[in-house]
């Protein structure tokens, strides 16, 4: 069986000169963006073309880069400046707004609507959520003890994180409603959330205690526990919510979690450690990207390993474009 999924690997040296972009740029399935890091400006890349097709200038390094399809725009963040700069991918001229901020953004996530932002600030254990196209603060929250990233509800009324020094998952509304839910012991690693497709199951790997938990997210309650190879990552989900990925990161291994049952369906034991899992939105197969470099493709349904590829240098992100085709 061959794999649908072509790879593209861009690499950009520090010494590379790419041409500035002066075009509408708003195809998402086509272009990928990322900062150049220590350099003022976002580097694009045409998929299609499987090139580096220019980059937009700032006048700021930028830290984090997101994408919004509602906004047609491009987010990122300067922490130094204190700022947001909102780059309009349908202008031809791709125009450049500041937007101001009262604190430091160290780290920025998007809702799923596009047109709100998490901005959290960790010296203060602040947390923010701006509607950037309203230019208005819909929440603002202090005592945020975040170690890892947040996970937003569906509809972006809620945002989910956890908290290792009391081994607790946290949630909190726009109206200011907080919620705790303990899991592990103070101390222990807690993952990321992850939610379900249809925003109704939340879950997080318990990394110090080897088990997946499953959070009823309308009642933030415990569902099940389910135990799995040892150290397990952030869960993966796939785009019509059958099965959840969880990478081991001390037994090399791959685990599917179906999420009808809440039981684990296998196993794929791996040359190295697994560092990203991807499945895209036709679910067939899924990508697994190693330290070592690695690509691997597995069936979803069964879990054999379908082909592998070797990248020859270790990946720091991936992703698989909306249209299925392409893992960058």
């Not at 994408?67 to 031809?92: E, F, G, K, Q």
């Not at 993952?191 to 939340?202: H, M, N, P, T, V």
């Amino acid at each position: 069986m061959k794999c649908v999924v072509q790879i593209v690997l861009v690499v950009v040296a520090s010494a590379f000169s790419v041409t500035a972009l002066s075009a509408s740029f708003d195809d998402g399935s086509r272009y990928a963006f990322s900062g150049s890091n220590g350099e003022k400006r976002v580097v694009a890349f045409d998929l299609r073309e499987q090139e580096v097709a220019g980059h937009i200038a700032l006048d700021a390094r930028p830290d984090q880069v997101l994408a919004s399809d509602s906004l047609d725009a491009l987010i990122v963040s300067h922490r130094a400046a204190r700022r947001l700069t909102l780059v309009d991918l349908a202008d031809v001229k791709l125009g450049k707004v500041d937007y101001a901020l009262e604190m430091s953004p160290d780290y920025i996530s998007l809702s799923p609507l596009g047109d709100s932002v998490a901005i959290y600030e960790t010296k203060n254990n602040h947390l923010e959520v701006h509607n950037v196209k309203r230019r208005a603060v819909l929440l603002s929250a202090d005592n945020v003890n975040m170690n890892s990233e947040f996970t937003f509800s569906p509809d972006g009324s809620s945002l989910y994180w956890p908290d290792n020094k009391t081994g607790s998952m946290h949630s909190i509304d726009l109206w200011s409603n907080r919620e705790m839910l303990k899991l592990a012991e103070p101390g222990e690693e807690l993952s990321a959330l992850s939610r379900s497709a249809d925003g109704l199951l939340g879950f997080v790997s318990g990394t110090s205690t080897d088990e997946v938990f499953v959070i009823n997210l309308s009642d933030f309650s415990l569902l099940a526990s389910i135990k799995v190879p040892p150290a397990p990552d952030r869960p993966w989900g796939t785009a019509d919510g059958r099965f959840m990925f969880v990478a081991g990161r001390s037994s090399n291994t791959v685990s599917a979690i179906a999420t009808d049952n809440l039981r684990l369906q296998y196993s794929v034991r791996l040359e190295d450690r697994p560092l990203s899992i991807h499945s895209g939105w036709l679910d067939t197969v899924a990508a697994i990207t190693t330290e070592s470099g690695n690509v691997i493709f597995i069936d979803v349904e069964s879990g054999k390993v379908l082909e592998q590829y070797q990248l020859n240098q270790r990946p720091l992100e991936a992703i698989v474009t909306s249209d299925s085709k392409t893992l960058a």
